[in-house]
């Protein structure tokens, strides 16, 4: 059931960045300085940086399940608490420094930062679920 699990909130943290980035695609790709063509989208259409994205859900949605577990988080409601806190306060400042040292604008960091703390809040919210 583990593995379960730590897949099921790994799909749910991937399709909510995909809600997250596509209502937010102007304002991102413009922080984020991302070449478009003339039609406005983005002029790289590699699926690298999906798969990477794909690979990093299981990675931390595994971290998180194995943390829950060691910490007797069990419960949807302190899940979704503890991933609310894992996000707002590990991995948003991460991306802030990250983003402050290359120079990108604030606006990037908001918008990277919003979608790692309310992702890992549904992903909590899915691992307290199993």
């Not at 699990?5 to 984020?32: D, Q, T």
């Not at 478009?36 to 859900?57: C, H, I, R, V, Y």
């Not at 302190?78 to 400042?93: D, E, K, N, Q, R």
């Not at 120079?103 to 199993?130: E, Q, S």
Request: proline share 4%.
């Amino acid at each position: 059931m583990g593995f379960l699990s730590i897949i099921v909130a790994a799909i749910a943290g991937f399709a909510f960045g995909a809600v997250w980035y596509m209502s937010l695609a102007k304002p991102w790709v413009e922080a984020a300085g991302i070449k478009t063509g003339a039609d406005g989208k983005p002029e790289n259409n590699s699926m690298t940086p999906f798969l990477m994205a794909a690979a990093a859900m299981v990675i931390v949605a595994g971290m998180m399940r194995h943390t829950f577990a060691a910490s007797g988080i069990d419960t949807a409601m302190s899940g979704l608490v503890a991933g609310l806190g894992i996000g707002l306060f590990f991995i948003s400042p991460w991306i802030m420094i990250n983003n402050g040292y290359g120079d990108r604008p604030f606006k990037l960091t908001l918008i990277d930062g919003g979608y790692a703390t309310f992702g890992c809040a549904l992903m909590g919210f899915v691992l307290g679920l199993f």
